[in-house]
């Protein structure tokens, strides 16, 4: 989802005001959910690993 969403923006990069309040927000919303995802999924892989042993 936040690989999707920084595509979009990344096309629409230019009508974006980047400076603003709401324009911080949402790039740091996007940063947010990736690093919760790659998170996840780390632990979802060392969780699979300890089960198998």
């Known amino acids: ?6 595509v979009v ?3 629409h990069a230019p009508d974006v005001r980047w ?5 911080l927000a949402l790039v740091t ?3 947010g959910l990736l690093v919760t995802g ?3 999924r780390r ?7 300890a ?3």
Do not use: F
Not at 1 to 6: I, N, V, Y
Not at 19 to 23: N, R
């Open 9 to 11: 923006l990344a096309v």
């Open 29 to 31: 919303l996007l940063v």
């Open 38 to 40: 790659l998170t996840g």
């Open 19 to 23: 400076s603003s309040g709401p324009g």
């Open 43 to 49: 632990l979802w892989i060392r969780a699979r690993a």
């Open 1 to 6: 989802m936040a690989l999707a969403a920084g």
């Open 51 to 53: 089960r198998a042993v």
